[in-house]
């Protein structure tokens, strides 16, 4: 599948409380083909700690530079 299904984007940040609804939301990305983007991050707004982790869907090209400068003998 080249893009997100259900017409989402390509890019995603799943926001909220660190509880298991928040990871579940994360593993459900994962499930449809999402990656990690980095590590979360993580802050304390005075009564809970809230979570914020980037999500991007898989490409099939690289990015500028990404690969670059290996030839077919590995040089």
């Given at each position: 599948m080249s893009t997100?299904?259900?017409g989402l984007p390509?890019?995603?940040v799943l926001?909220?409380?660190d509880d298991e609804s928040?990871?579940?939301r994360v593993s459900e990305a994962l499930g449809l083909g999402y990656e990690l983007h980095e590590g979360p991050?993580?802050?304390f707004n005075g009564e809970r700690v809230v979570v914020?982790?980037?999500l991007l869907w898989?490409?099939?090209h690289h990015p500028?530079?990404?690969g670059a400068g290996a030839g077919a003998d590995g040089a």
């Open positions: 997100p299904p259900d390509v890019y995603r926001t909220g409380p928040f990871c579940r991050a993580v802050t914020a982790q980037a898989p490409t099939r500028t530079g990404a």
